[in-house]
């Protein structure tokens, strides 16, 4: 069973930057496939970034010019920082790891951005 545990987050002023944090536990050999998402109020669900297959890191648009994800794997662990966050970057962030078709989500961390 793999569980994901997410620590970071909180209320961040714009214009400034945020570490989010997730360590995996369980049946973890690779930190493929693992990653960022984030639902914003009354929206759906969307990536932030991750890491392929291939352990490169791909990122969405709106953050990819301001954003870096980086991985310990000794630790099993991922880190995403985003810099210069907007309004826009408010929304609930979720930690994902994908792994032989099934899905598992971290509960989730607030992330608010304003003054």
């Known amino acids: 069973q793999v569980q994901l545990v997410e620590s970071g987050g909180g209320l961040v002023q714009p214009g400034g930057s945020l570490r989010l944090s997730c360590k995996a536990s369980?049946?973890?050999?690779?930190?493929?496939?693992m990653g960022w998402y984030r639902q914003a109020p009354g929206k759906e669900r969307e990536l932030v970034a991750e890491?392929?297959?291939?352990?490169?890191?791909t990122y969405a648009g709106s953050v990819k010019d301001r954003s870096m994800l980086s991985r310990d794997s000794a630790k099993n662990t991922i880190t995403l920082q985003i810099n210069n966050l907007k309004s826009e970057d408010t929304a609930v962030y979720y930690c994902?790891?994908?792994?032989?078709?099934?899905?598992?989500w971290g509960q989730g961390t607030q992330v608010t951005v304003s003054s």
């Open positions: 994902h790891l994908a792994r032989a078709s099934k899905h598992y």
């Open positions: 890491f392929s297959f291939g352990l490169s890191a």
């Open positions: 369980g049946s973890i050999v690779s930190l493929a496939g």
